[in-house]
């Protein structure tokens, strides 16, 4: 029998070069840590990632990873489930990839229900290109693209993917790892597209000051809060003031690789007798 692999065994060779007290250090630990409770087979788990400080994650771990193109971590995440269902894919960006240049594919991704886990760390900036402002860059704040302060309205990514229709949204916060992994670990065993904001402070573009600005606007969610009400969900992501942390919508549907193996592989292998026959397969598309 396999030994359990412990959460260092999912450490690759590179070693993090994020400024000190980056959030992302507390996202990637406790992503270890997820990787060892779900004792995932490295062999069958695709971790990978668009361009961004946050992009980098793909490099530190120890699995099959990619580190890609910006804003395009989503596409490539769906192809390689698509084409390889038994895969466990974590797909992990800024909120600039996801929400800015990326920004097109996540409706999709959330409505056909891909059944991938996609994390946004979430620091209010363009960390990696220096501090310009991103779509949740709050209102006010002033940054390289923004000398007079932030003048557009912010997203609100989780009431943006539950109008989405993604089947699983919750929030955490780097500050908190251990509620990090809980939630890794619920949103990897979700069968379906499971989307996570991680609140994860940039300290050098926006300040020392981020983890208690953060601390003092979180809440955690009731152990009793049902996440399957829609509408108790909305109330919840509409409240910017506070904060809440932890899985605030969550509804089973089918996946869409579930979708396509019975409506069209399936029913592919039926009309051959489970043999392949490309010309027969050609003809239905024939006009
Ligand atoms: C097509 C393309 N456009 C722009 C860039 C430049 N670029 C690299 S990372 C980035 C934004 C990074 O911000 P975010 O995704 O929030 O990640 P963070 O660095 O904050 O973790 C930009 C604009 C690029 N690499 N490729
Ligand atoms: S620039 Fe910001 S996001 Fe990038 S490594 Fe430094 S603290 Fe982290
Ligand atoms: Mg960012």
């Given amino acids: 029998m396999n030994e359990a692999k412990k959460a260092a065994e999912y450490r690759s ?8 007290g980056c959030g992302d250090f507390g996202f990637l630990n406790a992503l270890y840590k997820a990787l060892e409770e779900l004792q995932l087979d490295t062999a069958n788990t695709v971790v ?24 395009r971590v989503l596409p490539f995440a769906s192809g390689v489930k698509m084409s390889r269902p038994e895969t466990t894919v974590i ?5 600039g990839d996801g929400f800015s240049i990326g920004a097109g594919h996540i409706g999709h991704a959330a409505r056909k229900n891909i ?3 996609y994390i946004v760390l979430d620091n209010n900036i363009y960390g990696l290109t220096k501090g310009q402002a991103s779509p949740t860059t709050p209102l006010g704040v002033r940054t390289k693209t923004t000398y007079y302060g932030n003048m557009g309205t912010t997203f609100n990514p989780v009431r943006m993917l539950i109008a989405y229709k993604a089947s699983f949204v919750a929030r955490t916060f780097s500050g908190d790892p251990k509620h990090i992994q809980k939630i890794l670990v619920d949103a990897v065993r979700h069968p379906g597209f499971a989307f996570i904001e991680v609140l994860s402070p940039c300290v050098t573009f926006r300040g020392q000051d981020q983890y208690k600005i953060l601390r003092d606007r979180v809440r955690y969610l009731d152990e009793n809060y049902n996440p399957e009400n829609e509408v108790e969900a909305f109330d919840i992501a509409n409240d910017e003031n506070t904060l809440a ?10 996946t869409y ?4 193996q019975q409506n069209v592989i399936s029913k592919a292998k039926a009309a051959s007798n489970g043999i392949a ?11």
Avoid: M
Avoid at 91 to 95: I, L, S, Y
Avoid at 281 to 286: R, S, T
């Fill in 13 to 20: 060779e590179l070693k993090p070069i994020w400024c000190p």
């Fill in 48 to 71: 990978c990632s668009g361009i961004g400080c946050s992009s980098r994650i793909s490099g530190y771990v120890k699995a099959y990873t990619f580190n890609g193109i910006h804003g």
């Fill in 91 to 95: 797909a992990v960006g800024g909120d």
């Fill in 115 to 117: 059944n991938i886990t």
């Fill in 245 to 254: 942390l932890g899985v605030i919508y969550k509804k089973i549907r089918p």
């Fill in 257 to 260: 690789d579930e979708i396509i």
């Fill in 277 to 287: 026959k490309i010309d027969k397969l050609l003809e239905q598309f024939q006009p």
